[in-house]
Structures are given as structure tokens and as C-alpha cells.
């Protein structure tokens, strides 16, 4: 079945700087890339999402871009703020279709003001 | 927006209890998912359900069921609490896929602890 490898675990950075987050995966038919920010206390929530059929989305100061060939996607926040801390999550749908996702094990991202 | 309910934020149960968490969303999504979540190994899928009545072993079933009597409801079973399942336990729904929206809807969770 598909695997999911995410790094950094954790990354800390100065406001305004740059956070990239990175992840692999095993499963060639994967089609479907979601990133998910968890804040304190609550539950996973959708950010930005990438399809197999394009290299890169933009939304506003995120940032996602896959390579199918190495089978690797990575996150990429911009001008970073303190409420941009959080511990994000990268998933893959592996070959069962959109339904199913397997995740990383998340990296806990600090900015610090 | 879509709102994914679980029933308890914590819940402190002895071991060997049969102990049920409830999910409940407002909006007509088929899919339901059971994750838990451990430090240092994300988000693991324990059951998920695609239709009422219907339920597919995810990749760490042993030790719980499931039950989807309703569309809107999904109930999570540890049927003799243990110790290792001490975890957060996050609901999350998703609409038939088709229409363009793939991103799952979590709830808060349910921060499980057995003594």
C-alpha cells in the first residue's frame, strides 16, 4: 500500500522568512496530494490541494508543488506569520481512489515574531 | 459550511470498558472516516464507511468497530478498552467524489484516555 515520509518533524523559522515542508511517496497511481493545517486543539482542516495533472498551485502565500518522476510534493509558505504555526500534514490517495488518504506524520511548524 | 460533531472532546475510560465515540455531520456526505492520531506517526485510518450500513477495514481495525446506521452518524467501538488505544480520535467526512471536492472535513476530535 501506499507510504507517506514527511520532513522536517518540526521547523522553526523567524517571521517573514520561508517554510518548505516535504514529502515522498511509494505508490506510483496516487493521484490526489492534500495538505492539512491542525492548530491547537482542533482538527485537520484542507489548505491547499494539488492533482496529479499539474506541477504547481498557488494560493495567495502557500504554495504546493509535485514532482511525479521522483514522487515527491512539497509545501511552501511564504512570508511567514505567527498564526501560520501549527502542525501541518501532507496525504497521498494511493491507488484506491480519492476516498481513502494516507498521511504523513506531520511537522510542527513555529514562527516565531 | 460542513460541520463534523463529535460527542466528546475528552473521555477518561478504565480498561476493559466498551466505550463508543460518536461522529455526526450536517451535511449529505457519503464518506466517513474513523482516524486516530499518535505523536510521531500522524494520522492512521481505522475504518471508514461509503454509504449507510456499509464499512471497510482501514489500515488498524484490530480492536474496534464500526456502525453506520444513519448517513449522518458514525460510531467508532472499542469493544474492551486497552491501554495502546490511548489516542486522539478524529471523524472526518467527504462528499461522493465526482463533483470536484476531494478535501476531507474533520471534527475537533476526541481525546481518548484509558487507565
Known amino acids: 500500500g501506499e507510504n507517506v515520509e514527511q520532513h522536517p518533524s518540526t521547523l522553526s523559522v523567524q517571521e517573514g522568512d520561508s517554510a518548505v515542508i516535504k514529502c515522498t511517496y511509494s505508490?506510483?497511481?496516487?493521484?490526489?496530494f492534500p495538505w492539512y493545517k491542525q492548530e491547537l486543539g482542533k482538527g485537520p482542516q484542507l489548505i491547499i490541494d494539488?492533482?496529479?495533472?499539474?506541477g504547481e498551485k498557488k494560493d495567495q502565500r502557500i504554495a504546493v508543488t509535485l514532482n511525479k518522476t521522483a514522487k515527491h510534493f512539497s509545501l511552501h509558505i511564504t512570508e511567514t506569520q505567527p498564526e501560520d504555526s501549527a502542525v501541518y500534514f501532507c496525504a497521498a490517495s494511493g491507488n484506491t481512489g480519492f476516498q481513502k488518504l494516507v498521511f504523513g506524520t506531520g511537522t510542527r511548524l513555529l514562527v516565531s515574531p | 459550511d460542513v460541520k463534523v460533531t463529535q460527542s466528546s472532546r475528552y473521555l477518561v475510560k478504565r480498561t476493559g470498558e466498551k466505550v463508543f465515540l460518536e461522529c455526526v455531520q450536517d451535511m449529505d456526505h457519503e464518506n466517513m472516516f474513523w482516524y486516530r492520531q499518535d505523536p510521531g506517526l500522524g494520522l492512521r485510518l481505522i475504518y471508514f464507511s461509503y454509504d449507510v450500513k456499509m464499512k471497510e477495514k482501514g489500515d488498524i481495525p484490530e480492536g474496534y468497530s464500526v456502525s453506520r446506521e444513519k448517513k449522518e452518524r458514525f460510531s467508532l467501538i472499542l469493544e474492551s478498552a486497552s491501554t495502546n488505544q490511548t489516542s486522539m480520535y478524529l471523524c472526518a467526512t467527504l462528499p461522493r467524489t465526482g463533483g470536484g471536492n476531494y478535501g476531507y472535513t474533520f471534527g475537533s476530535g476526541t481525546r481518548l484516555t484509558v487507565v
Open positions: 494539488i492533482r496529479s495533472n499539474v
Open positions: 505508490d506510483s497511481a496516487s493521484n490526489y
